[in-house]
């Protein structure tokens, strides 16, 4: 299994752009999230998802949207992009509740 | 809310001394404790999680203790080595989403 991949690993964007940041994973996991990493800080919850096609929001879900069409994917769009949404984004799965979240390797976003 | 507040910040210790690191939640619902390891440049990985009927969990030279009444839990690394040197995350989360919100983050360095 490749487990939760992402891409792409590194992207600038400039102010007012849009783009979608790509996450996937093999395991048939039902359970799937968004997170953003600042410098020197923790994660915060962007988006989740339950299942393919129910998503919900997060803790920071402003300036972004998802979709789960399929178990398989699940896509971070970004609408013009601003510099406060310069981080680190992490996608995570889990196979059920309470069981361990799997990070993919990350996706580093600069907006200028 | 449900915010959650981790200390240390930074924690420096000496190879082969034992590290603490302690969190503080406020959500009553709040049922899963998990802690993540970051090293630098890298994704978070689980190293150890602890459910509410539990009050205490260990895994060779990691431990963690849960107190549901007082709210907080805890990291306990004993004999602790240069490897361990990272940024070290608790977690919480409840319910049926399994959303989880992450604390600060702590700095542990190991000193050789």
């Known amino acids: 299994n490749a487990g939760v991949t992402q891409t792409p690993k590194f992207r600038i964007l400039k102010i007012g752009q849009s783009m979608t940041l790509q996450c996937a994973q093999d395991?048939?996991?039902?359970?799937m999230y968004w997170y953003r990493q600042d410098p020197g800080m923790g994660l915060k919850l962007i988006y989740y998802?339950?299942?393919?096609?129910?998503?919900d929001k997060g803790e920071v879900p402003n300036g972004y949207n998802v979709s789960r069409s399929t178990t398989e994917d699940f896509p971070l769009r970004l609408e013009l992009a601003a510099p406060s949404q310069t981080s680190v984004y992490f996608c995570?799965?889990?196979?059920?509740?309470?069981?361990?979240?799997?990070f993919g390797p990350g996706t580093r976003l600069l907006v200028l | 809310g449900e915010n959650v507040e981790q200390h240390p910040s930074t924690l420096s210790v000496q190879e082969g001394d034992s590290a603490v690191i302690k969190c503080t939640y406020s959500d009553s619902a709040s049922n899963y404790f998990p802690w993540y390891k970051q090293e630098l440049g890298k994704r978070p990985q689980l190293i150890i999680d602890i459910r509410s009927n539990v009050g205490e969990k260990k895994d060779q030279r990691i431990a963690v203790t849960l107190n549901k009444t007082a709210k907080h839990f805890s990291l306990h690394i004993t004999e602790t080595q240069p490897e361990d040197s990272a940024v070290y995350f608790c977690a919480h989360g409840s319910g049926n989403t399994g959303k989880l919100i992450f604390g600060q983050g702590t700095t542990l360095q190991v000193k050789p």
């Open positions: 998802s339950v299942g393919a096609g129910i998503t």
């Open positions: 995570a799965s889990n196979r059920e509740l309470q069981e361990t979240q799997y």
């Open positions: 395991m048939n996991h039902n359970y």
